[in-house]
């Protein structure tokens, strides 16, 4: 099973270890993953395998939505099958 995360905001410092670091907490691995920063404004989308997540994928979800409203940004964790059926044509 995987996960698909999105984070969006202002750059600062720390953003990439503190998204991780949940991640990590939750036994959650990053397979792959692309950032940019346009100017000032950070986007980094993040495949996940959540196969041997040790928590519900809602509360992953929570924690790093938490984890990023401390930062002032906007993440969010959406299940491959969900993010599939809503890309599909």
Not at 67 to 86: L, P, Q, T
């Amino acid at each position: 099973m995987r996960a698909v995360i999105t984070v969006t905001g202002r750059d600062t410092v720390g953003i990439l270890a503190k998204i991780t670091a949940e991640c990590a907490a939750a036994n959650v691995n990053i397979t792959d993953m692309s950032q940019t920063v346009m100017q000032d404004l950070f986007v980094m989308t993040m495949l996940a395998d959540i196969s041997k997540c040790n928590t519900e994928l809602t509360k992953l979800s929570d924690k790093l939505t938490a984890c990023g409203r401390e930062m002032a940004m906007e993440v969010h964790v959406m299940h491959e099958d969900i993010f599939n059926s809503m890309h599909r044509i």
